[in-house]
């Protein structure tokens, strides 16, 4: 069965400093990938997808992701985070019957 | 503009009380899903339909059902609420097709099971 493990529960990054979320994941075929970010008491917002092609995409908010196929990976990134990116994470990949499968999430703290 | 609301957003109920969250979207999309979320479980899959008539079961199914009369409405009701169902209810939709997975999100239905 396909699933989806984000292994860090909690992050804290300095503000400005850069910031890497682990994510892996388990599917047979190529994956649909996505990340999705949760503001307190908000519901889930898209951040970037990956579907095929290139393996490094751009989503909004200055966030990236590189899809690593040999590593079953699709890590997120960004350069700088400022103090409005403290938020939930959640990974997710598109399972054989085409419903969205989370991960557990990653709470990002920024430190000021 | 487009949207997808949830009602209600707080609700208290006592155990084995029927209870239904509603959920409506003006998306004209044709997949709508509901999710739980719980502390250390990410999103867990409760129901979800791919367009009127249609309802299928997610991993955390018992105990919920959901019907899908229209398009614009899923709503999911807990026949005995138990404790074990206080959590954060997610409504989302989704187009479908090479859309799939990009889900537009309710701000959720938090219910507590006294």
């Known amino acids: 069965a396909q699933s989806v493990t984000q292994p860090d529960i909690h992050i804290t990054v300095s503000e400005g400093a850069s910031l890497e979320l682990r994510c892996n994941y388990s599917y047979g075929a190529t994956p649909y990938l996505f990340w999705y970010v949760q503001s307190p008491g908000q519901g889930l917002q898209l951040l970037l997808k990956?579907?095929?092609?290139?393996?490094l995409v751009q989503g909004i908010k200055g966030f990236e992701a590189e899809f690593k196929r040999s590593q079953s990976s699709f890590n997120l990134r960004k350069p700088s985070v400022h103090w409005s990116d403290a938020a939930e994470y959640f990974c997710a990949v598109v399972d054989s019957s085409y419903k969205l499968i989370f991960g557990s999430g990653t709470r990002l703290l920024v430190r000021p | 503009d487009a949207e997808i609301t949830q009602s209600p957003r707080h609700k208290i109920t006592e155990t084995g009380r029927q209870v239904t969250l509603a959920c409506h979207q003006t998306w004209n999309h044709n997949n709508m899903f509901w999710y739980r979320q719980d502390l250390g479980h990410g999103l867990r899959l409760i129901h979800y339909?791919?367009?009127?008539?249609?309802?299928n079961k997610g991993e955390v199914s018992d105990g919920y059902s959901v019907s899908r009369s229209n398009t614009e409405d899923l709503p999911l009701t807990l026949e005995s609420a138990a404790s074990s169902q206080t959590s954060v209810y997610f409504c989302?939709?989704?187009?479908?097709?090479?859309?799939?997975?990009?889900?537009?999100f309710g701000e959720g239905s938090r219910l507590t099971v006294l």
């Open positions: 339909s791919y367009g009127v008539q249609d309802t």
């Open positions: 989302a939709s989704s187009q479908g097709g090479d859309r799939t997975g990009e889900l537009f």
């Open positions: 990956y579907f095929s092609g290139d393996t």
